[in-house]
């Protein structure tokens, strides 16, 4: 794969896929360098100056109307980054780190932040070293940043800290070492570039928005092969019926199940056996397909839309104006239009899970699916699929209180400088955990989808369906008795994380 070049050209969500998941490497592109070392040279003599600048030469917060001497200007980026490394709970994935880093580096490389290209490059080595800072999940309101996240990521790049090279936790400066790298030195601003601004919220949310959209894409094939199995009729998919409430989504939505089903050419052997039954309508959760999953399809294209500016965004305060020759505080680091944004994600992702659990129950209702109690030819002695839907429904229930907005709470902090904060990173947190609950929801419903596929055999499904139903045949066999179905849910679940089912 290419090098990624930063500064050259906008970032894109696929961009940070590549770097945070398949590794691609990254370096500073010209454009980028010269950028940085124009704000890092005009920054430098207006500290010569004199001249009082928030976060530079003063105290932070509260403390902002201490003015640091000059000899100190260094030691208070130092105190900085450990001062605010007080982040607890689990260490958050390589993945998310991965892409808070280069997220860091390209919001530094857009040359507004006055620091040096050594300490973009520093990042950028970091990345394409594979060593890992340790972050912990939890300590960030989303206000003036995600500080205590960004400052155990900024640690390391001083030799501090924590780290982990493939899957080896270690301390920041031996994992430097065996990086063949130095720790480096900070000069005025750089401990408060790199730890004001959405980084945090941002890579978590952009790797959760993909997974999320590609969990959209599995969701319409896990529904269409239900409607299948459930002998439900195509017409609610008709294209005349959703051009009139032409919602985009759900127009996207209705052709894709109409190209799942009629894959191959026409009605599939299943679709043709049940042409003339007295069936009028299906439940909502099959006629209303396109309606709900074009709702929550529509939402992430908002979300993406949020996302894609703030990764190109410049998020750190104060900003520094090379052309105006000025040093400007704000609040760009504030994350309340991501928080929200996170909050959408959430909801969106749990109807996506909810809807797929109600499909689950129909295919194990036999007064619904016509097919015997539970998905068990031996029902009695066997349970079949009972708590399958069982379990399923205890994710949905999960979801639901984990879509509690976090974007509309808000707690003083800082001696009440920082008095409204957006609890992005909470936000983002709980769209990652909701979009996992229902890639587990997803993974469930292929699993019964595919016993009531087995169990109208001889009969043959759409190829798209025969598809995906072969796939999953290969690795977990027809059940014809009780077995464990942890192993087989978990094995479906990482298809779908890894992208590897076939979803067209």
């Given at each position: ?408 709470d808000s707690i003083p902090t800082s001696a009440d400088k920082e008095d409204h904060v957006s609890m992005g990173a909470w936000s983002a947190r709980k769209a990652a955990m909701v979009t996992a609950n229902t890639r587990r929801v997803l993974a469930m419903e292929f ?58």
């Amino acid at each position: 794969m290419e090098t990624l070049k930063l500064g050259k050209k906008p970032l894109t969500l696929e961009n940070v896929y590549e770097v945070a998941v398949e590794e691609r490497r990254v370096e500073l592109s010209l454009v980028g360098r010269r950028k940085i070392e124009k704000s890092w040279k005009f920054l430098q003599s207006m500290v010569k100056s004199g001249e009082v600048f928030y976060g530079i030469n003063t105290g932070f917060g509260l403390l902002s109307s201490v003015q640091i001497k000059d000899t100190d200007i260094e030691t208070l980026q130092y105190h900085l980054l450990r001062s605010h490394a007080c982040g607890v709970g689990p260490y958050l994935d390589d993945r998310f780190v991965r892409a808070m880093l280069l997220l860091r580096a390209s919001n530094l490389a857009l040359g507004y932040s006055g620091v040096s290209v050594q300490t973009v490059e520093q990042i950028l080595a970091l990345l394409n070293r594979g060593v890992c800072p340790l972050v912990p999940e939890q300590g960030s309101v989303g206000a003036s940043g995600d500080l205590a996240p960004l400052a155990h990521l900024a640690l390391v790049l001083i030799g501090e800290g924590k780290a982990r090279i493939k899957g080896k936790e270690m301390s920041g400066a031996r994992a430097l070492k065996a990086a063949g790298l130095h720790p480096i030195r900070l000069g005025p601003k750089e401990g408060l570039a790199l730890i004001n601004g959405t980084q945090f919220m941002t890579a978590m949310g952009s790797l959760t928005l993909l997974d999320a959209e590609y969990l959209c894409d599995a969701a319409d094939l896990a529904g269409a092969m239900t409607v299948e199995s459930l002998r439900g009729t195509e017409t609610a998919f008709n294209e005349e019926i959703h051009q009139v409430r032409p919602h985009p989504g759900q127009i996207h939505v209705a052709k894709r199940m109409r190209n799942i089903l009629l894959s191959g050419g026409g009605k599939s052997e299943i679709g043709l056996s049940h042409e003339d039954c007295n069936k009028v309508q299906d439940p909502y959760s099959l006629r209303c397909i396109p309606q709900v999953h074009g709702a929550s399809r529509d939402s992430l294209k908002f979300v993406r839309e949020v996302l894609e500016r703030e990764i190109n965004s410049v998020t750190d305060n104060p900003l520094v104006f090379p052309e105006s020759k000025k040093v400007l505080s704000g609040g760009n680091f504030h994350g309340q239009i991501v928080s929200i944004a996170m909050d959408l994600l959430s909801i969106a992702m749990a109807e996506i899970g909810s809807i797929s659990e109600q499909r689950i129950e129909k295919l194990v209702n036999p007064a619904i699916s016509g097919l015997p109690p539970f998905l068990t030819e031996q029902g009695g002695l066997n349970s079949g699929f009972m708590i399958v839907q069982v379990a399923a429904a205890s994710i949905v229930s999960e979801n639901k209180t984990l879509c509690h907005p976090a974007s509309v709470d808000s707690i003083p902090t800082s001696a009440d400088k920082e008095d409204h904060v957006s609890m992005g990173a909470w936000s983002a947190r709980k769209a990652a955990m909701v979009t996992a609950n229902t890639r587990r929801v997803l993974a469930m419903e292929f699993l019964s989808a595919a016993q009531g596929i087995d169990l109208l055999r001889p009969l043959r499904s759409s190829q798209q369906i025969e598809k995906v139903h072969h796939q999953i045949r290969k690795h977990i066999h027809k059940l014809e008795q009780d077995r464990v179905f942890h192993d087989d849910i978990v094995w479906i679940e990482e298809q779908l994380r890894g992208r590897r089912l076939a979803v067209e």
